[in-house]
């Protein structure tokens, strides 16, 4: 499963900026697995950091105001809309309640025909047996309804006694035929075999075989009032969910004031929301089980019984339609305005010949979509932006846009020397230039749950991204990061110069660690405040696999490494995996092939995954013929992160000498690292990588500078030597001598 | 019932269906899809709908085909294999829907 499987490099770095975030969630067929339901894709085309107000467009330079930027969906779906969910839900349960009663009396004397004209048959179990949407027949179109059609009969029960012998036959019906097929609810294969009822003819003909002739009450019909319970139950089983999240989304009624259309107003008089809501929960985002069952069995198009992708369902009789001749035949015909489409769930209105956009709906369909991502466990599909009332006020404050373009400069912010500071420089430099750790910040999704924010390195981090994108041009001092490193990575405190692959990996560590400590305390706030969600996310997150958790440091740069230690007498292997953050590659001479100094960083990559004989000195107790033997150890990459971060091993610590290796190494601008895959021939995907970031040294080993060339767009490269920043052609990169070398993957793939 | 009907059913009914479009969707949004048709149907809203009677059916008449052919083959194919996954794993149970279809 890939992501950005076509984002092709001549997009790449175009495209950056709507890079995915972390990895989603999005695990098919691992069902009994714990899922955290993460936000799907951020589509940043936009990015707005409300703060400092930077919109950036990276992917095209047309419609930067108005065009949908994705939603800055950080931390979990619950988050969002939460209150104006709740209110509204409220409300609406209070207004639905009082509807309900009107239109029991109002059609109180509408005979209920449930003549189970599209009786299912799958299971005779007590729930769900026979449910039709209390349809009623259109043969016995009533004079007080008078338009021949049938109608969603949401005041159904009150009808009942007028039509009871009617729905006794039906349910009757319905139950025989239901006890013919198949009794197991749960296999789904068997269930399709399950005939399918379609019209009042066959339910005859089944009801004439009468093979089991069961009692009719079993039979329990559902109805639209029944399924509208259902929904506003489960919507309020969401709101109680959604306790404890922030309140700011509150306003997306007030910002929105989409009314649909007059038609559609007037049918919502007529009918309320309820038919609506009901339609959409079961047939456009199915609720739950129950729901799924139902669309796979009545959902299809009346005219040609196909399930094609597009279908309609006219919102005041039941039927459903293909787009085109079908729906629309149906709507002249029967006078019909309002239709849902099911695969998005947008409602058409067939008096405008448009499709129609209701605020009110659109909660409902939102509510919907969470309770069926709720229930098949997957992250919610993406949804435009709607920029609530705080955000529209915050853009509104800050009217000033960033336009990014090729040849821009924003993103570039030189960095003082804090007195031998330049190793810090280069490695804020090139994570600065990370697209992911940028997306990461940009989108403000680190939340800080502590109020000691200030010695929290995440948030200096992305601090520090603000200020780069600020616009700012003059350079910026790395006090603060630089203090919070020393407090937190002891080695590296003191003023002297550091290495700058030893500040690397201490900095990811520390920033690992404090994202870990803000999720935790995240967790535990809410695990006081909100009794179910808080467990939930803290199983998934053990639940992951080792040596990972789910912070956005190891989501991009923790790799997995393997390494195969083959037992010399009985080739028995044994097998280990480390994470890594880095991989670092010798450039001495070879000792076993005849003393070669590796020229490339595909030789570096060889060598370093090459089967090394251990020697007899080195003998290692096989755990398969328990005893001391000889063997060969390998070393393979399990998987690969996002980043991946290569240290030259430049700086030769040895008993004799210290010494700096400054032969050339060549390293290629793109290249797939397929071949140093643990399964080379298994691998499922793609392992490309791009040259982003080149870290240098110059000097000897005890007085030097460090630079780096950073990426800053596609095909333009930058040198950053610490407030001076000049443009670099790739060359000047692929000539330089390389210390790190980052690399960042093409394609992204899902977890 | 056809297999393809019983497929159908049988993707809606676990929920597989609206997973695969979840995915479709995403995919379409990721490679640009999207941003293309949007502008697509922009630049013919400008072109032809300055009198106000091109109606949503003609600007989807006019789009599909194109839109169409811009979908990448990766993402057909992905899909593809995805489809095939799910249907293979049920085939394994002891009911195979289309057998019976």
Redesign the interface.
Same mark, same amino acid.
């Given at each position: 499963?890939? $992501?950005?499987?076509?984002?092709c490099d001549s997009?790449y770095f175009q495209?950056r900026q /709507?890079w +995915?975030t972390g990895r +989603?969630s999005?695990r098919?067929?691992v069902a009994n697995q714990p899922v955290t339901v993460t936000p799907?894709?951020r $589509?940043q085309?936009i990015r707005v950091r409300l703060v400092a107000c930077v919109s950036v467009c990276v992917? /095209?330079e047309?419609e930067t105001r108005n065009r949908e930027a994705s939603k800055k969906n950080h931390r979990n779906f619950e988050n969002f809309a939460d209150c104006s969910i709740k209110t509204a839900g409220r409300r609406t349960a209070k207004v639905a309640k009082i509807r309900r009663k009107q239109r029991n009396c109002d059609k109180a004397f509408v005979p209920l025909q449930a003549s189970a004209k599209r009786a299912k048959t799958k299971e005779n179990s007590v729930d769900s047996n026979s449910s039709v949407l209390s349809s009623s027949g259109a043969s016995s179109s009533s004079q007080s309804s008078g338009r021949g059609t049938e109608r969603w009969a949401v005041g159904a029960e009150t009808g009942r006694g007028a039509a009871e012998n009617e729905t006794a036959a039906a349910a009757a019906a319905a139950a025989a035929a239901a006890a013919t097929t198949a009794t197991t609810a749960v296999?789904?294969?068997? !269930?399709?075999?399950a005939?399918?009822i379609k019209t009042v003819k066959s339910n005859k003909e089944r009801k004439g075989r009468g093979e089991n002739p069961i009692d009719a009450n079993a039979a329990k019909h559902l109805r639209l009032s029944d399924c509208l319970r259902t929904v506003q139950k489960l919507a309020i089983e969401l709101e109680s969910d959604d306790v404890g999240s922030d309140a700011s989304a509150n306003a997306s009624s007030a910002v929105m004031s989409e009314t649909g259309c007059r038609h559609y107003q007037s049918y919502v008089k007529e009918h309320s929301y309820d038919t609506f809501r009901v339609i959409d929960a079961y047939f456009a985002?199915?609720v739950n089980r129950d729901a799924?069952?139902r *669309?796979?069995?009545h959902?299809?198009c009346f005219e040609c019984?196909?399930?094609g992708i597009q279908l309609y369902a006219c919102l005041h009789c039941i039927y459903f339609g293909c787009r085109g001749a079908h729906i629309t035949s149906h709507l002249r015909s029967k006078k019909h305005n309002v239709a849902l489409e099911l695969?998005h769930g947008t409602l058409y209105c067939y008096a405008c010949?448009? !499709?129609i956009y209701d605020a009110r709906s659109r909660e409902y369909a939102l509510i919907n979509r969470k309770l069926?991502a709720k229930? +098949?466990q *997957?992250?919610i599909?993406?949804l435009p932006w709607i920029p609530t009332a705080k955000e529209t006020n915050l853009m509104l404050a800050n009217a000033r846009r960033r336009l990014v373009r090729p040849n821009q400069t924003i993103g570039l912010r030189g960095l003082l020397n804090l007195g031998a500071t330049c190793f810090m420089n280069c490695i804020v430099q090139a994570l600065v230039h990370t697209p992911l750790l940028s997306d990461y910040f940009m989108s403000d999704r680190h939340d800080c749950g502590s109020k000691s924010s200030h010695k929290c390195l995440v948030c200096e981090v992305s601090r520090l991204f603000q200020e780069f994108y600020s616009g700012s041009r003059s350079p910026l001092s790395l006090h603060r990061l630089l203090h919070l490193i020393w407090n937190h990575a002891k080695h590296l405190a003191g003023y002297e110069q550091q290495d700058a692959h030893e500040f690397f990996i201490a900095t990811l560590d520390v920033l690992h660690r404090h994202c870990v400590k803000a999720k935790s305390e995240h967790e535990s706030k809410s695990n006081s405040s909100g009794s179910g969600s808080g467990t939930n996310s803290s199983s998934s997150s053990s639940s992951h696999c080792y040596g990972q958790c789910n912070c956005i440091i190891d989501q991009i740069f923790t790799g997995m490494l393997q390494s195969d230690v083959v037992c010399q007498a009985c080739n028995g292997v044994s097998t280990t995996y480390d994470p890594f953050w880095d991989i670092s590659l010798d450039l001495g001479e070879t000792t076993t092939h005849g003393g070669v100094t590796p020229k490339t960083l595909i030789d570096c990559l060889e060598r370093y995954t090459r089967a090394e004989h251990l020697g007899s000195a080195a003998k290692i107790k096989c755990s398969t013929c328990k005893s001391y033997q000889e063997s060969t150890k390998q070393f393979s990459l399990r998987t690969l992160p996002s980043v991946v971060s290569f240290h030259l091993k430049r700086f030769e610590h040895s008993a004799l000498i210290d010494r700096k290796i400054s032969s050339f190494i060549q390293f290629p601008v793109e290249f797939d690292m397929t071949p140093f895959m643990s399964e080379k021939k298994n691998a499922y995907g793609d392992f490309r990588f791009s040259l982003y970031a080149v870290v240098n040294h110059v000097g000897t080993i005890d007085t030097g500078h460090y630079t780096a060339y950073v990426r800053h767009q596609k095909d333009t490269w930058v040198k950053c030597d610490d407030h001076v920043i000049t443009m670099a052609s790739l060359k000047q990169v692929l000539d330089s001598e390389g210390y790190l070398l980052f690399y960042h993957k093409n394609v992204l793939e899902y977890e | 019932m056809t297999v393809s009907a019983a497929v159908d059913q049988y993707t809606v009914l676990t929920g597989d269906r609206s997973k695969i479009k979840d995915l479709l969707c995403s995919r379409l949004t990721e490679c640009g899809w999207r941003d293309e048709v949007r502008l697509m149907c922009r630049t013919i809203l400008l072109e032809k709908g300055a009198n106000n009677s091109f109606t949503v059916e003609q600007l989807i008449t006019e789009v599909t085909p194109k839109a169409r052919t811009l979908v990448p083959d990766a993402v057909k194919k992905e899909l593809l294999m995805k489809i095939r996954t799910i249907l293979t794993e049920n085939e394994e149970e002891p009911d195979e829907p289309e057998d019976e279809a």
């Open positions: 499963m890939r $992501h950005k499987r076509a984002c997009q495209m /709507c +995915l +989603l999005n098919w067929g799907a894709v $589509h085309y992917q /095209c047309i296999n789904a294969g068997r !269930f399709i075999t005939d399918l985002a199915c799924r069952e *669309k796979a069995i959902c299809n019984g196909s399930y695969s010949r448009d !499709f069926e229930d +098949l *997957k992250s599909g993406w | -």
